[in-house]
Every structure is written in structure tokens, then in C-alpha cells.
């Protein structure tokens, strides 16, 4: 009886999961070259949504990347910004008649309930730096823990990996929950989800790694897989790093000392910008590329992976223009976050690289279907 109860169990995992997929390999796109989908893969759909995610899938990333607020009752949601911005968001109306924070849209993030945040409409205005982007109308901001259902309904082998920011400005303190906020809130959810060891937690703000791997205070786990993300914004701010001073370090280059600074925190990824150029120490007149074959070999040699990010500005597409790709593959780069997933992933596959199985449609549609909420 128990032979016949395996057998029935062993034939849904079967017919649920796609022909290309082993149900029973956890974490097995650990194995593939890193494709991460940039805030689910903005470029080609409304960003931080869960249809951003289901293409994120659908395309076949190794990886979904997203970042977290938290709002003013203490909820851990999937948003980039600190606040609400004109652009990608639009009212709604309000929770309550007569609510003084409305109109939300504006707001800082922290200063809003989840109730207020999900009236908001952010699936309605294409961005225009990113003209190709699919529109879903009525589209919230979802939770984290909402993103994992649905992903779990589409993913039931629980393949996917994860590259999850904390959205904290290290120079204000009041527009953002604080350090400790962020890394117990998010890693009560990593913890009680099925993709706890399939997760890494990023961030611009590296107080907010070592506290997550601080055991002894907190009961978190060291073993929890940090990236340190950095660009030319938070290069020389020491708020940022935890108060190191990045040209203190040995070096002898600046993307050595880079990758010497992650190392001292204990990161074991370091997340630089791809195609900013920063003056030259020596000569301020010339530029050099913030990222560089030295940063990821320097990088390598602590121990640690290099895996690049999608710049912001319309005049940087960064891994989004596969000549830089070409150049990062070249020296070494352990992976790519990108807002497009799907050219990547493509252009990998060309190079020869291995590449994650693609979700199928119909059931990535039909989860999304079932998790979907609109306002």
C-alpha cells in the first residue's frame, strides 16, 4: 500500500512539473549560468509585479531579483523605491473617506499602510525608458509573501533562485524602516518559506548584511548567502559600507580594494554597476570602467562571485547591450542581472553557457490567474 501511495505521489510531481524539469533536484538552477530577471524583468514587463515575475519565468532566468519596503504597519512588500513615484504608479481612491495621506502616490513608502499601498494601480503606464514593457492594468504591489505563492503555484519543484534587496537609505534613516527592521522582518519570511536556501539577500546598505548573518544577536543564520551591491553613488560614503573606507584597503586597483572591502564584511558576492565610469585617482580627466577584469579577479581570489547589474540610466543599458556581456563573460563574470532575461538568457545559450529550463505558459499563466489581485 505504501508502494501503490508512493507511486501516486511520484506521478503528480511528474505531471505537474515541465518535461525539461526534475521535480525531485531542489536548487537545482544552481548549476545553470545566473540569469537574473531585474525587478522581474523590466524591460520587458510593468516591473515588481507578479506578471513581471510570471515572464520572468516564463523566459527562463535562473533568477529572480527584487527589492523590499517596508511599510508604515510593518509589512515586507516587493517595491524598488522608497516612495511611491508619478510614473509607474496611479491612485486609485482612497481606503477610508476623507484619508489625509491621499492621494498615496508621492509618499514615502514608510509612511503608508499595506492597505493604502494596495489601492495603488502600477500596472497602467509603461515607463519611457522602457518602451516594449507589457502593460497590466489594475496590477498591485504585492507582498513578499505573495510573490512566493504564486511563484511556489508555478514552481512547485521549487527551482527558482532568489537575489532579494533591502530597500534601506543609509543617509536618511527616517525614509526607510530601520537595519534591524528589515533583516528580522525579511528573514522571518525567508525562513517560513520554501525557498529559504535558495535565497540571496543583497544590499547597497552592508550594515544590513552582516546583521543578517549575526547569530549570536539576532538567531539568524550565517550561513544565508550575502551579495554586496555598490556603484559610484556609495563607492566613498561610508554609511553605506559599514564605515570602511574603500581606498584603505591594499588594492593596488580600485576595483581590487573593492572586491577587499566585500571580503571584509564576509560577502560572498560582490554586485557592482557594469558600465559606469568613474574618474580616474591618477588623472581625474580620464574615466575608467567601474567594473573591471581586476575587481573579478581580485573578487575570485577572496572566494567570492561577481555578478554585475542592470544601471537605471537610459544612457547606460549596461547587460542589457550583449557587447558588455561579451566583455564580463570574458573575464569571468559569475552571472548577470539584466531587465532583459529573455536576450540573455538567449545570448548565453549561444556562448555555450548552461542555461535554466523555461516555465511553461499555461501553467505560469494559470497560477497567475489564481494569484492575481487587482485593484
Known sequence: MAHIAFLAVLGSLLVSAS??????????????????AHRGGRGNTVESTLPSFAWGLIDGSTTLELDNGITLDGEVIVWHDVSIMTEKCRDTSPVVPNDPMFPYVGKLVANLTLAQIQTLDCGSQRQKNYPQQLLYPGARIPTLKEVFEFVSCADPSHRILWNIESKIDARF???TAGVQQFVQKQHSIFRDSPYYRSITYQSFDWRTLVAMKARPLLELDPRITTSALIDEDTLFAPEWLTDLQVDSFPGPSLGEQMAQAAHAIKADILSPTATVLIPSPEDPSESLKFTTQSLIDEAHRLGMRVKPWTASSICCFLVNRLDIADELLLWGADGIITDYPNVVRRWAKQQGLSVAPKYPKQRVFSCLEKHMQKV
Open 19 to 36: 518535461p525539461t524539469q526534475d521535480p525531485f533536484s531542489l536548487n537545482s538552477n544552481k548549476k545553470f549560468y545566473d540569469v537574473q
Open 173 to 175: 534613516p527616517n525614509r
